[in-house]
Each structure stands twice: as structure tokens, then as C-alpha cells.
């Protein structure tokens, strides 16, 4: 039997309020997380923030060192770091705060979800070619089926989502459906 759990990651204040192609997801998950929920289906939300000494982000790494020096709005204790209030969390939904592109790397996520014996997730959040691919690729790799909803994912670079989405994505194994296709088969 399969368990499934649905993965909101990144929709956090200051991603969506700042980065327009973000904003452009939050109708959908608006009808998505209530459907999830409607449906029994574990929802956890992934949030990235990395301390705001800095002791956590390695001079090594380009990315992650310029969204620390970005101010606070990838600092793990700034209100921009929390999910949109839009679509916020439940008394009693997880949250996991990560600190790389990964949902996987370095938190409790796997731990959530083998808990809760779920081997099924459904993917949605920004970017697709950040949080979403990478994500993707360390589920895989732990034996998760991973489903990816075109629609609940976006990208500030539209032919990357495209690309991933529609070529990338289904051939490395992961059904991709619209928001409505997923929602139909609750």
C-alpha cells in the first residue's frame, strides 16, 4: 500500500513576496493544500533559513553564501523565513527548516516520513530548478515514488521548469501532473 505525503517547500513570506514568479503558485497550492488535507494526506512544509551568524554556510558555496548576505530574508529567525500565511500550517503539520537545496540534506524529513511509513510524496514549491530538483533527485535515491505538480512548481527561469518538467523530471521516473489531474484522483 502506498502512503503519500504532500511537500510544500520554500512557499515561505519572503520568497513569495519578493519573487514574482513565486506568487504565481500560491492560488494553486491554495486549492492543493486544502485537498491534501481534505484527503487524509500528510502535508509537510519545508522552509529554508540558515543561521544568521553565518556558521553554517561555507565560503564554498556561491549560492547559499549570497542568499545569507541577502539580509534577513534567509535568515532562519526572520519572520520572511516562515510559510505564507496564505497556505500555513496546522496545529500539528510538520515544518522542516533546511539549509541547503534539498528538502533531505541534513534535516528530519526522511525521519518524518518513514514514521509516518509514507513511501509516496507529491511535490510542489520553488524553485524547480532549485528545491524541487533536488528534492526530487535525494527522494529517489531513498526509494520514495515522487509524483511533481507542473503547475505547484515554478521557476525564475520558465524554460528551466519546462525543461525539468517536461523532459528531465519524467525521465528520471516521477510522474508529472497538474494540480487538477492530482486532485481528481483523491
Known amino acids: 500500500m ?3 505525503a504532500l511537500i510544500v517547500g520554500d512557499l515561505q513570506a519572503g520568497i513569495v513576496d519578493n519573487y514574482p514568479f513565486a506568487a504565481g503558485v500560491l492560488p494553486v497550492m491554495e486549492r492543493v493544500v486544502p485537498a491534501a488535507r481534505a484527503s487524509g494526506i500528510p502535508v509537510i512544509f519545508i522552509r529554508f533559513g540558515v543561521r544568521a551568524s553565518g556558521l553554517d554556510v561555507s565560503s564554498g558555496n556561491q549560492l547559499i553564501s549570497s542568499l545569507h548576505g541577502a539580509g534577513t530574508l534567509f535568515h532562519e529567525e526572520s519572520p520572511e523565513t516562515l510559510v505564507h500565511s496564505r497556505i500555513e500550517p496546522l496545529p500539528g503539520e510538520s515544518v522542516v527548516v533546511k539549509r541547503r537545496a534539498s528538502a533531505f540534506a541534513a534535516t528530519d524529513l526522511d525521519l518524518l516520513l518513514r514514521a ?3 513511501d509516496s510524496i507529491v511535490l510542489t514549491g520553488v524553485a524547480t530548478g532549485a528545491m524541487v530538483a533536488a528534492t526530487l533527485y535525494d527522494a529517489a535515491d531513498r ?12 521557476d525564475e527561469e520558465p524554460d528551466v521548469h519546462d525543461f525539468l ?3 528531465v523530471f519524467p525521465a528520471r521516473g516521477a510522474d508529472v501532473l497538474t494540480s487538477h489531474e492530482w486532485t481528481a484522483r483523491l
Open 116 to 118: 509516518q511509513r509514507i
Open 2 to 4: 502506498t502512503t503519500t
Open 143 to 154: 526509494d520514495y515514488r515522487v509524483t511533481v505538480l507542473s503547475d505547484a512548481c515554478a
Open 165 to 167: 518538467i517536461n523532459r
